[in-house]
Structures are given as C-alpha cells and as structure tokens.
C-alpha cells in the first residue's frame, strides 16, 4: 500500500523560528512535492523534487526552502516562520513517469 | 494559466439521494484529471485518474466522466461515509506533474 509519513501532525512555533517539516516515502517513487492548503485557496505547490538533491520552485516558494538528500525523504524548511505561514501542509510523491500522485496526511502548523 | 472550478462549494443530500459534483476546467494539453476525497483534518486520498474525454470510471457509490470542458462526479445512492471534501485537480502539459486543485465540494449526507 502506498505509505507518505510526515512526522509532526501538529506544531506551534514561534514568529522567527527555523521549522521543519519532514515527510518520508516507501514507495521508492522518483517524485515528492509540498503543498499547502488554505481555505478558499485549495492547495497550492510550494516545491517538488524529482531526484535527490534536485529541486524546482512551484507556485508560493517564497520564505520556504526544501531538502532532499534521499530518495524517501524530502524536508520543508521554514528559514524564519512568519503568522502568514499558519497553514496545512502536505506531502505528496509520485513514481517519475506515472501520472497520481499520493498524499501523506498533512502537518498543521500554528505560527504565533 | 491552468484553472480549475469546482461547484456547487457544498452539498447537502438525504441518503440514498443521488446527485453529482462538477469539475469544470481550461488547461493547456490535458494529461490527466484527478478526483480525491479529502476527510476533515486529513490528507487527500486518490479516488480516480482520467484522461480523455468519454472516459469513465467507476467506485463503488461514485462514479466520474470527464468532457473536454468538464469533469462530473456522480454519487449513487450516498450514504453518510460518503460525507467529505472531494477535490477535482488537473495536470497539463506545462508544468512537470503539477497538479492545479479547485477548492472543493464539502459533501455532507445525512441519515
């Protein structure tokens, strides 16, 4: 069954704080991306990977950075957390050359 | 610019009611059109895949038909497990498996 993990569900963090948000998946797909979801905005792409160590920006990657050191993981970065970035945020993977596109469970952060 | 609309925002029905969701979407080369059900507080679950106009799928209660222009999710006789967000997404050719999400119907059956 495909499995995305995102470690931290839920998290309250300052303004300025450094966050992470790590996802990890055993599917051995090719592909991981983060999304956020906002209400009345839907979910928007903040980065994707498609190997190790390679990234593109999406839509929002503004005051986000991203990691990917292994194939299974890939780690959103807040340098500096700001309220705007109260948020859900979701992982997702795919395999390289397949079109769905698998979601873990989503981490809701709280910046106050 | 790939946009995505999704109608009506919520819905109620009676169970056992049938009635159907609309995706409606303008993309550049469509390579797919993805329907997910998303429950409160969790992550999108993949439902169905669809790829050219005429295609249709089917699960259990729910079944999707795409158009060049729309995408209609159809729910037969729900019932109260079928209560959640489903959200309509489409992937064009433009952008590298980049998924652009409507914001959603909030179904709700009732008893």
């Known amino acids: 069954d495909v499995k995305v993990t995102q470690s931290s569900r839920y998290l309250v963090k300052r303004t300025g704080e450094k966050v992470f948000l790590e996802c990890v998946q055993d599917m051995d797909h090719e592909n991981m991306f983060w999304y956020r979801q906002d209400p009345g905005l839907g979910l928007r792409l903040i980065y994707f990977?498609?190997?190790?160590?390679?990234?593109e920006k999406g839509d929002i990657p503004e005051g986000y950075s991203v990691s990917r050191e292994k194939k299974e993981r890939f780690s959103l970065i807040l340098e500096s957390a700001s309220t705007n970035q109260t948020s859900m945020y979701l992982c997702?993977?795919?395999?390289?050359?397949?079109?769905?596109?698998?979601f873990g469970e989503g981490s809701w952060l709280t910046v106050v | 610019e790939d946009q995505v609309t999704q109608s009506p925002e919520a819905l109620r029905l009676q169970e056992g009611e049938s009635s159907s969701l609309n995706c409606s979407y303008t993309v550049s080369g469509l390579r797919g059109l993805f329907w997910y059900r998303q429950d409160p507080g969790k992550g999108p679950e993949f439902l169905f895949t669809l790829y050219s106009a005429g295609e249709e799928k089917e699960k259990e209660r729910l079944k999707a038909t795409l158009t060049k222009k729309e995408s209609f999710l159809h729910i037969t006789a729900p019932k109260p497990e079928d209560s959640a967000t489903y959200l309509c997404?489409?992937?064009?050719?433009?952008?590298?498996?980049?998924?652009?999400f409507g914001t959603g119907t909030r179904l709700l059956v009732s008893p």
């Open positions: 990977s498609y190997d190790v160590k390679m990234k």
């Open positions: 997702a993977s795919s395999p390289l050359y397949g079109n769905t596109i698998y």
């Open positions: 997404a489409v992937q064009g050719d433009t952008g590298f498996q980049k998924l652009v």
